[in-house]
């Protein structure tokens, strides 16, 4: 074998030059540049995360707080019940004119002429239109008032919150922006007396559907989506994990099985689109339950979320290593019991992150629902799931599309609210995973 | 009896009868509890399920049986003048009735007898207690809405009647059976095993359902307009017709739709097929642990963010940009500062897209790539192959099928995604291959169809149909294949 060792000998002498010869540094350059691919892709993904989510943050945030303004207002009863008809006419105290006495207490703390009519409009203008309801509904719940003079905070209109925080660019010319100078200067007055402020925005979290944004909130919209979440959790868990201890345990390998098989692996990539469909045409159309409600979005979501959860539970049951289920058939229990009191449990921290995995998909999901016409204008609390509803993510479709500015801080900050539930959710579900897996 | 209140009662009876079975098998085991072939337990369960569940399957096949009997037979009792005037009228005629039905459960006595003299006027006084009238009333429908109310209380009475006695009934037989040698946990266990059976079930109900219910409804959109005209056609007015004026239907032609759904879908995956495949590679190959633990998870938050999120993003943000830089760019170039780039826009949803898809395409692939054998790895690196090598030359062909069956699942996934292209593509249907322009695509038809009042009647809703199992046939190809793609490629390496 000496024919062999020579060449070996004569390569290691060879020049340095005549190694490039093979391409080293061309093809380390390339083994860089590989790499600097993949790093950057990597980044790019990254970026335009960070990207989303300032985004929408930076937008967003400023929506937690609302600009409100607090003055003393006479309720006077000459404008509430000038006739005094109110023990007989319960309409009375309903229709009476509210805006007069916020517009009374804004001329008198602004100090305004009342007969110079274009002022005192721009100084009501500022104020929102939702002051009617609200101090008709303190009015009505305490008809006592009329005739005190009570401090009340309103909320201020949604150019003036705007305004206030910064949003408006003041140096563009007047009559192209809806805030004007003057009312600038009276905000500006307002705020040195402490009159006006900024403060923690409750409102988003209990207000209802309105072509206001300053009286917009998603309160409505998250007790349907509660209410959904509900029927789905209640639904989806029991019937995916019946259907996965089935499949998994006891069926045996058969064509129909397979079919099932393949069947909820493609259920699980149908787009959810297609749910709505089904959802629009079996059971609003077919059963005849009510549109837009919230018992027919739970049940849309619920079939959407099923094979996303018989797929993770059935993972799930995989896990479970098969000494587990020899040792209790080996100590008399039934199959059944084997499987209910043994590998269950033992599955359960892996069912339940797959549950969590697709509630969250399911809280996030507004195609299906705009179908079965959850775009609705929902001003009240539904008190069961069979009222109109509306859900969050659809909340946030309908404000995206309105066009005033003061709708994108709503909607960002709607946004906001949402990803902060599903961020709880998925953090949940990683707890979980953590606390009680089991590696066998 | 409600129907929620029956409901209640069974499941009392059967709690009770679970209590009284157990009881019941400790009586007849004596003392000695080995004596008894099932636990206690056991037994309760088997006379609770006979106490519960016939009652529940009669509760239910009647609450299905009853409307349709009792309105097959108010239909009946209208008069021959109305049932002739065909099965609209006739529908109309029902609905009437059972609105008349609703007033007069609350109404008393006295104003009902006042309704039928026709001394007061039936739609106000139905007005007054809530209930709307969609015609004036007339005299037949009062009767028939009495015999609609009667028809529906008997049923109501007789069926709770029956449904307690099917409770009852069971029960006792149930409790009958009870003795010691009975078999009640292998009882339970078949109909466990038969709940079990049921619920798997539902997955192929789901598909029947999709399936079913979309082609009944595409069916009668076909009855209205002829598939060639659809399937072929190259324009989309659908002209939303006023209600009730037939004749009036627009042009339905899917390809302006389809065209703008595959264009949209290419510029998505053109997006994220490199950054993401390139985003696998690195994370399979050259990652560190912990890089990997940390990019990983915080790339497929991506994945987890819900679609409206990003159609506001591109809504609000991406599309805003790509217009004012393109009015920039346009500027220095020409000097003429006009956008060339629309805010809704086909680059627009596909960029957008393009980042949500991101996440699926890299964890798709990274799970692929990892399960190629250690062995081909090696012995590429063995050969004296630099890692890039080793990827290209021989990992990367390995996976292909993998890889391929995995970028069809994305590429489903772009076909039928929504809220992206409802907020950011824009509503022109037209075909023309600028990106820069809007387009439009199927789901953002099928949402424009079916949002505001619907009619069922009418081609401009029913279309939607006809284009969600388009849709449903499109990604349930590529599904299909897909799945098997990566099924085939998982045995070759296991």
């Known amino acids: 074998m000496t024919d062999v060792a020579s060449p070996t000998v004569r390569v290691s002498t060879r020049p340095a030059e005549s190694r490039r010869d093979i391409g080293i540094k061309r093809r380390y350059a390339a083994e860089r540049r590989f790499r600097a691919y993949g790093i950057s892709a990597i980044a790019i993904g990254l970026f335009f995360l960070a990207v989303l989510l300032w985004s929408v943050v930076s937008k967003g945030y400023t929506a937690f707080q609302q600009t409100t303004i607090t003055l003393p207002i006479e309720f006077s009863e000459k404008v509430i019940d000038p006739k005094n008809e109110r023990a007989t006419d319960p309409k009375q105290l309903m229709t009476a004119n509210y805006p007069l006495l916020v517009r009374d207490a804004l001329v008198k703390q602004l100090g305004i002429d009342p007969k110079k009519r274009p002022l005192v409009k721009q100084a009501t203008d500022m104020v929102s239109d939702s002051v009617r309801t609200q101090l008709r509904d303190i009015v009505t719940a305490d008809p006592s008032v009329i005739g005190k003079t009570i401090p009340v905070t309103l909320l201020a209109d949604a150019n003036i919150d705007s305004a206030f925080k910064g949003q408006i660019d003041l140096s563009v010319e007047e009559s192209k922006r809806k805030v004007k100078d003057q009312q600038v200067a009276w905000m500006n007055e307002l705020a040195d007396a402490g009159v006006l402020g900024k403060s923690f925005n409750t409102g988003i979290f209990t207000f209802g559907a309105s072509s206001r944004p300053e009286a917009a909130g998603v309160g409505v919209a998250l007790v349907g989506s509660a209410y959904m979440m509900l029927i789905v959790l209640v639904l989806s868990l029991p019937i995916g994990v019946a259907a996965s201890i089935y499949l998994e345990e006891f069926a045996p390998k058969n064509r129909l099985t397979d079919l099932i098989e393949v069947n909820i692996n493609n259920l699980a990539a149908v787009p959810s689109i297609v749910y709505g469909l089904l959802g629009l045409a079996v059971f609003v159309n077919f059963a005849g339950m009510p549109r837009s409600a919230a018992l027919v979005g739970g049940f849309v979501l619920t079939l959407m979320t099923l094979p996303t959860i018989i797929i993770a539970t059935r993972a799930a049951l995989k896990a479970v290593p098969p000494s587990i289920r020899s040792a209790a058939l080996g100590l008399g229990a039934s199959k059944m019991q084997t499987v209910f009191h043994h590998v269950l449990p033992l599955a359960m921290p892996g069912v339940l992150t797959g549950t969590i995995i697709g509630l969250a998909h399911a809280l996030g999901e507004t195609a299906p629902l705009l179908l079965i016409g959850m775009v609705a204008f929902v001003v009240d609390y539904p008190g069961s799931p069979l009222e109109p509803a509306t859900a969050l993510p659809v909340q946030i479709y309908m404000w995206a599309n309105e066009a005033e500015r003061a709708f994108v801080e709503r909607t960002s900050g709607a946004i906001i609210i949402l990803l902060i539930f599903l961020i709880v959710m998925n953090l949940g579900a990683i707890l979980l995973r953590r606390r009680f897996e089991r590696r066998w | 009896m409600s129907t929620s209140l029956l409901l209640l ?454 279309v939607a149909f006809a284009l969600g199992i388009t849709l449903f046939v499109i990604t349930l190809g590529l599904n299909i294949y897909a799945l098997y793609i990566v099924r085939k490629y998982r045995e070759q390496y296991e």
């Open chain 2, 9 to 462: 009662t069974i499941l009392l009876i059967g709690l009770v009868a679970y209590f009284a079975g157990r009881a019941r098998s400790l009586a007849v085991s004596g003392s000695k509890l080995a004596t008894l072939h099932s636990l206690p337990g056991y037994h309760g369960s088997y006379v609770a399920i006979w106490a519960v569940l016939p009652a529940a399957l009669v509760l239910a096949a009647w609450l299905i049986a009853s409307p349709l009997y009792i309105d097959s037979s108010v239909r009946s009792a209208l008069p021959e003048t109305v049932r002739n005037q065909g099965a609209a009228t006739v529908q109309l005629a029902l609905g009437q009735v059972k609105a008349v039905a609703t007033g007069l459960a609350r109404l008393d006595a006295k104003e009902i007898e006042a309704v039928k003299t026709g001394s007061v006027n039936l739609r106000e006084t139905l007005a007054a207690k809530g209930v709307a009238l969609a015609g004036e009333g007339e005299p037949f429908m009062v009767e028939a809405a009495e015999q609609f109310n009667a028809m529906r209380g008997f049923s109501r009475w007789l069926m709770s009647a029956v449904v307690l006695l099917a409770a009852f009934a069971g029960g006792v037989y149930a409790i009958r059976n009870v003795t010691a040698r009975f078999r009640a946990r292998n009882q339970v266990e078949r109909v466990m095993l038969g709940s079990l059976i049921v619920a798997s079930s539902i997955a192929i109900l789901t598909t029947i359902g999709i399936i079913g219910s979309m082609l009944s409804e595409a069916g009668r959109f076909f009855s209205m307009v002829s598939p060639a005209e659809f399937f072929f056609g190259t324009v989309w007015d659908p002209r939303f017709a006023a209600a009730g004026s037939e004749g009036s239907s627009g042009q339905f032609g899917l390809l302006p739709l389809l065209g703008g759904t595959l264009y949209i879908a290419f510029v998505a995956m053109a997006f994220a097929v490199p950054i993401g495949l390139f985003a696998a590679i690195y994370m399979a190959e050259y990652a560190s642990p912990r890089l990997r633990s940390i990019a990983k998870p915080l790339l497929e938050v991506l994945a987890g963010i819900p679609t409206i999120v990003y159609g506001f993003f591109a809504l609000v943000t991406v599309g805003p940009f790509l217009r004012d830089i393109s009015a920039q760019l346009n500027g220095l170039l020409t000097g003429n500062y006009q956008n060339f780039i629309q805010a809704q826009s086909v680059l627009t949803a596909g960029i957008v897209m393009g980042i949500m898809l991101i996440p699926f395409v890299s964890s798709l692939s990274d799970d692929i790539i990892t399960q190629v054998p250690r062995a081909l790895r090696d012995g590429s690196l063995g050969l004296g192959a630099t890692r890039s090598e080793t990827v290209k030359k021989v990992i990367l062909p390995a996976a292909l099928p993998g890889i391929v069956g995995a970028l069809l699942l994305t590429a489903s996934r772009a076909v039928g995604e929504t809220m992206i292209v409802v907020l950011a593509a824009g509503v022109a249907a037209r075909m023309q291959i600028n990106p820069f322009e809007p387009m439009t695509t199927v789901t953002v038809k099928i949402v424009h169809q079916l949002t505001g009042d619907l009619e069922f009647t009418s081609p401009q809703t029913l």
